[in-house]
């Protein structure tokens, strides 16, 4: 998918909103641990409730991984089911992938070609050659990590160099990569106040931005700095919309969350046009 | 296994050899396509071939998930037939992990408990509490991404902060982590300059050393400035050794090469004591 057809969804949607698709068995209504792949058919009951509200999903693998083949198998089913029947949707694997060239090839052919993904997050530690060869895939997106949610976030990406901290320089340096404009960027909510300083780095690029709902962050704030004409962000909540219900009405209650946010989502749309 | 069983086996096998598992069916032998799994066949011929010479094997995710959910299917085979029959062995997931808390506990488990892998590669992007999940478990490895040995590896790892570049800022920091006696370090070896300063800061600690061999290090290089009493270096090589031969003698050329590597580390460890 490229940049203008999900632009185009977001218009018809009236949403940015991306749904983090992190099956914890866990904490899913307990009669579905029944069925023969309950991860699988916790999504499928999710994303027929939301599909219509949502423009993106996002499968975080270290909830599939953690369930060994079988988890993979439900992560296969997942993505088949979103292309399959809402091709619309941009499908986000998050993933946090990045190794030296050659090895990095082989990630983006396991998420881009055997899965078929839209896009996958990457880390950027390693460098430029850890990134680019996603960045070489046609209509597909590299998400990479600049700011992230998590209290240790600014442990290293804060580090203070002589040109600014270590997370605008991995904004600025991944400008200068080939095919730069294949990238996302990972920007938490937890922190509104940086967008604004983010925003004269990256004025165009969407960003994908975890950390609103279960981890605090405020919708209308990201948007206050974030949002550009063409709406230029994703917020993702996980949590609140998934488990928002614990019984055979769950798929309900997240359609019940989702739309609340959408609502308010296009609220911001129509004062930012 | 804890780090003295390593040290064991290192003073045993007179080696601080770790091979790379990084199986790509376009390089292995052709009649092996055949098989049922040739990615475990090849593995499972180049186990029973080196597991003399060598303290570790290494496989790297990316190599596996690039074939799905078969891919999947003979990284277990493989880390269940080396714990089977070679269980003084470490290995290592070199998987390149790291996520938020909760996600990265997911990861961690994935690994530690579903694979029962001795230790994992962990990015150090996201700072501590995405690393200290991998940590709080007891008798695994973390193995930290520091320096590593790829051309784009000083992009960010180079940048100078105000107390020195971001790599020893990784290394002081991640000292001061809960339960970091659990830590190793990814050091690349294509940058032997920097084990002396390195050693400063992390004394004791081992060092996990791509980049001998294919990519250019030189073991000589490395030992002068890395080796510790305990020896406190795995040096890993993949390609020079896996993909020695390519017809049905590949498994005694890969045997050759690493009883050379083998041989050579022998009198280093020698002259050490």
């Given at each position: 998918?490229?940049?203008?057809?999900?632009?185009?969804?977001?218009?018809?949607?009236?949403?940015?909103?991306?749904?983090?698709?992190?099956?914890?068995?866990?904490?899913?209504?307990?009669y579905l641990l029944e069925k023969n792949d309950p991860v699988f058919?916790?999504?499928?009951?999710?994303?027929?409730?939301?599909?219509?509200?949502t423009v993106a999903y996002k499968p975080n693998t270290a909830f599939y991984e953690a369930y060994g083949i079988k988890g993979w198998e439900a992560l296969k089913k997942t993505i088949d089911y979103i292309n399959k029947n809402h091709p619309e949707i941009f499908t986000?694997?998050?993933?946090?992938?990045?190794?030296?060239?050659?090895?990095?090839t082989r990630y983006a052919k396991a998420f881009f070609e055997d899965l078929n993904f839209d896009s996958i997050t990457v880390a950027p530690y390693m460098g430029r050659d850890s990134v680019e060869p996603f960045l070489a895939f046609k209509n597909k997106t590299t998400i990479l990590l600049a700011l992230t949610s998590n209290k240790g976030g600014l442990d290293f990406q804060g580090l203070e160099t002589k040109t600014g901290e270590v997370y605008k320089e991995v904004l600025k340096t991944a400008l200068t990569w080939k095919n730069a404009q294949n990238l996302m960027f990972?920007?938490?909510?937890?922190?509104?106040?940086?967008?604004?300083?983010?925003?004269?780095?990256?004025?165009?690029?969407?960003?994908?931005?975890?950390?609103?709902?279960?981890?605090?962050?405020?919708?209308?704030?990201?948007?206050?700095?974030?949002?550009?004409?063409?709406?230029?962000?994703?917020?993702?909540?996980?949590?609140?919309?998934?488990?928002?219900?614990?019984?055979t009405r769950f798929a309900e209650k997240a359609q019940q969350e989702a739309l609340k946010i959408q609502q308010e989502m296009e609220i911001l749309l129509d004062e930012n046009n």
């Open positions: 998918m490229d940049k203008s057809a999900l632009i185009t969804q977001i218009k018809q949607k009236k949403s940015f909103l991306c749904i983090g698709l992190d099956v914890d068995l866990s904490k899913i209504p307990t058919e916790f999504n499928k009951q999710i994303i027929d409730a939301t599909h219509h509200l986000i694997a998050d993933a946090k992938r990045g190794d030296i060239g050659n090895t990095s990972v920007v938490g909510a937890t922190k509104p106040e940086h967008f604004s300083e983010i925003r004269k780095i990256v004025p165009n690029h969407f960003l994908l931005v975890p950390g609103v709902g279960a981890q605090g962050g405020n919708l209308q704030e990201v948007c206050k700095y974030g949002l550009t004409k063409d709406c230029g962000l994703l917020i993702n909540s996980s949590r609140s919309i998934i488990y928002a219900g614990n019984d």
